[in-house]
Nanobody
Framework: QVQLVESGGGSVQAGGSLRLSCAAS????????MAWFRQAPGKEREGVAW????????AYVDSVKGRFTISRDNAKNTLYLQMNSLKPEDTAMYYC????????????????WGQGTQVTVSS
């Protein structure tokens, strides 16, 4: 059964850090790349970061470059998002996604999605 389970969200003050995790079932984890998305209230879901299946290539939305780092532990079938220097505008529900079936990495063309973990950054 395909399963993606996010954890690590919470409430922090601006400038703080959080580390999100996404535990994946083995068949999902082996798919072609995984990504983190986020969705703030009243806004569209947007791609935050993407990492290749081998973990040797990554991409980020401009607003998080230099602050967020995506990584994966293949031994644990787990995807991570290290978020530093958090800003109030980073407040959103964060989702991991797997098995892209076309388009660009920040499109919503992923077959599998987690339920999300809430990140709230206060000023």
């Amino acid at each position: 059964q395909v399963q993606l389970v996010e954890s690590g969200g919470g409430s922090v003050q601006a400038g703080g850090s959080l580390r999100l995790s996404c535990a994946a079932s083995a068949n999902t984890y082996r798919s072609n790349g995984m990504a983190w998305f986020r969705q703030a209230p009243g806004k569209e879901r947007e791609g935050v970061a993407w990492i290749s299946a081998a973990g040797d290539s990554a991409a980020y939305v401009d607003s998080v470059k230099g602050r967020f780092t995506i990584s994966r532990d293949n031994a644990k079938n787990t995807l991570y998002l290290q978020m530093n220097s958090l800003k109030p505008e980073d407040t959103a529900m964060y989702y991991c996604a797997a098995d892209r079936y076309g388009g660009r990495w920040y499109d919503l063309r992923y077959r599998y999605w987690g339920q999300g973990t809430q990140v709230t950054v206060s000023s």
